[in-house]
């Protein structure tokens, strides 16, 4: 036991040390299936994921000038410089209270032809045009003279610790996030559009995780990515252990003003974003994204009435499937191999609500409001009790 415990405690400070925050897996918390080399969505290849993080000021809520907790997240499935390259992509609701733009054009089309944008809820419409005017201004679609698109927007609320009727996402901020895209190792926690949420009863905020598997001879990789805030802290569960049952009058959220609201416990959103390198139809990815309520319910969400819980999945295979005036011909997996990819798609899931919460530090905000980060020790000290870590 003391052992393990010295090896945790070193990789705490080495994490601190090097300015790295720790990941779940970091603190012992087991989970099912191999990752890939940077366990997030980025290990699909071509993915790329940027932010814009605004933070400032504390105190009293002054409408327009603050606190503001809040911030833009990016993502291209080809990578920025591919420009206007189409991915299928299909899309689910597991409760529609909340906002993804542009989905009615990817069902209908089976095509994602736009980055993906993460943002709070009052921003969605600063985001859809500041991204439109970018597409103008890097010719996003090379050339064409005359083209229509339909930005893909996503949102969930941080208004409990953020200015959110202070509007202060602005154009650069968008166009921070999409510069700062990149493949490889991505930051977790209080980043993005994940920076003023909350979850399950803690700091919520951005997360991601992937994984690896064969289907026969044929390696593939799933990635998720997830803007987390949603679900109440007593359906909290970490490993099989009902964590938030065990932590029920440990650090709950402090909330002076506003003094009427309408939240009820549980209340709240998740938007996650599917990648794979699996050649799927959009049909399939349907399939894939109607599976990512079980990575959500296992740690403990349950589709409250108040919650937009939103989804979407794509697949980078087939570059070369959207043409506007040739026939195309394409691959696809057999459904009755999909089973890998529904597994890896439920435990992506998982592993990226987790990694939110886990690399999400304590914020306080409007009014001192405040949400207090997944305390640590205390949840390596339940698992332990479980025996879901080693003594």
């Given at each position: 036991m003391k052992r393990t415990f010295f090896v945790l405690i070193v990789m705490l400070i080495c994490f601190h040390s090097y300015g790295q925050k720790p990941r779940a897996r970091d603190l012992g918390v087991p989970f099912v299936g191999k990752t890939g080399e940077f366990n997030a969505i980025t290990d699909v290849k071509g993915v790329e994921v940027g932010y814009s993080t605004i933070i400032s000021g504390n105190g009293e809520n002054i409408v327009g000038k603050g606190p503001i907790r809040t911030g833009v997240t990016a993502i291209f499935p080809r990578g920025k410089a591919k420009k206007f390259s189409p991915v299928y992509a299909n899309w689910y609701s597991l409760n529609g209270n909340g906002e993804m733009t542009g989905t009615t054009w990817v069902s209908e089309s089976g095509f994602l032809e736009t980055p993906i944008m993460i943002t709070?809820?009052?921003s969605v419409g600063v985001v859809r045009d500041?991204?439109?005017?970018?597409?103008?201004?890097t010719d996003?679609?090379?050339g064409e003279d005359w083209w229509y698109t339909y930005p893909v927007v996503a949102e969930t609320y941080d208004g409990f610790l953020n200015d959110i009727y202070g509007f202060h996402v602005k154009e650069e901020n968008v166009l921070e996030a999409i510069k700062n895209s990149s493949s490889g190792k991505i930051a977790e926690g209080n980043v993005g559009g994940g920076t003023g949420m909350m979850c399950l009863?803690?700091?919520g905020g951005t997360g991601t995780s992937s994984r690896v598997f064969k289907i026969n001879d044929s390696t593939f990789t799933v990635g998720a990515i997830v803007q987390s805030n949603f679900g109440a802290k007593r359906n909290l569960s970490i490993a099989g252990v009902p964590v938030g049952v065990e932590l029920k009058d440990t650090l709950n959220y402090k909330f002076n003003a506003p003094p009427k609201s309408r939240r009820q416990e549980g209340d709240g959103s998740i938007i996650v974003i599917i990648a794979t390198d699996v050649p799927l139809l959009p049909h399939q990815l349907k399939r894939i994204a109607q599976r990512i309520p079980l990575g959500v319910g296992i740690v403990g969400g349950r589709g409250s009435n108040g919650s937009g819980d939103i989804f979407l999945a794509f697949s980078t295979a087939n570059e070369s499937a959207f043409n506007r005036?040739?026939?195309?011909?394409?691959e696809t997996?057999?459904?009755d191999?999909?089973?890998p990819v529904f597994e890896a798609t439920v435990q992506a899931v998982e592993e990226a609500i987790i990694n939110a919460m886990v690399a999400a530090e304590t914020m306080e905000g409007i009014n001192g409001n405040k949400a207090y980060?997944?305390?640590h020790d205390l949840l390596i000290e339940t698992l332990k009790k479980y025996n879901r870590i080693q003594k």
């Open positions: 709070n809820t009052n500041a991204v439109l005017k970018w597409y103008v201004d996003w679609y090379s009863g803690f700091k005036d040739e026939t195309t011909t394409v997996m057999s459904n191999r999909l089973m980060a997944l305390p």
